[in-house]
């Protein structure tokens, strides 16, 4: 089964970029759906964007559309995720999961396997 660990956080004023990666083992990361999700201090967690396996499909969240693109290169079972012109309300904790499957989905409860989370700090 794919395991997922994210890496790519850190500090960034507002209006910059930060590219997350999330790196996959196992055979079967291309037949996984990809998905970003974020949770902030005593909040939900919250769908950020996800892909299918061929890469073909994507979702976003409304707040991040036009700012934030995923990606995966299967070849290197790695998905990423480009977060432009942030801001200081996106400071979370983003998380990389992963879900068998064809079709992508925003509900966390569908994805099978999670990575420990990368820190995300957006400065005012």
């Known amino acids: 089964q794919v395991q997922v660990v994210e890496s790519g956080g850190g500090l960034v004023q507002a209006g910059g970029s930060l590219r997350l990666s999330c790196a996959a083992s196992g055979r079967t990361f291309s037949t996984y759906t990809m998905g970003w999700f974020r949770q902030a201090p005593g909040k939900e967690r919250e769908f950020v964007a996800s892909i299918g396996f061929t890469a073909l499909s994507t979702r976003y969240a409304d707040s991040v559309k036009g700012r934030f693109t995923i990606s995966r290169d299967n070849a290197k079972n790695t998905v990423y995720l480009q977060m432009n012109s942030l801001k200081p309300e996106e400071t979370a904790t983003y998380y990389c999961?992963?879900?068998?499957?064809?079709?992508?989905?925003?509900?966390?409860?569908?994805?099978?396997?999670w990575g420990q989370g990368t820190q995300v700090t957006v400065s005012s």
């Open positions: 999961a992963a879900r068998f499957g064809k079709y992508i989905t925003p509900r966390a409860d569908e994805y099978d396997r």
